[in-house]
């Protein structure tokens, strides 16, 4: 079984009720642990708790970070 351990995260809300969270996380197993970046998408309940819809993760390597980055930044 693996279990999740959120490090650091950060968010911005948009719209009515959505979010976008980027979070540093580690996944921790009987065979190891393996941090990365995950990018999710979500909006808030009526009672305020959060839902998520969609989340992909970016492996915490110079190289790929950067590159994400720097086409987000391209992308506007």
Do not use: C
């Not at 969270?21 to 941090?35: Q, T």
């Not at 970046?37 to 992909?56: A, E, H, P, Q, V």
């Amino acid at each position: 079984m693996v279990e999740y351990q959120t490090i650091k995260a950060e968010e911005v809300k948009f719209g009515n009720n959505d979010f976008i969270e980027v979070a540093r996380k580690k996944a921790i197993s009987e065979s190891g642990e393996n941090e990365f970046i995950s990018i999710s998408r979500g909006f808030m309940m009526m009672d305020g708790t959060k839902r998520y819809r969609k989340s992909f993760t970016v492996p915490i390597q110079k190289e790929v970070v950067e590159f994400v980055t720097k086409k987000l930044k391209e992308m506007m």
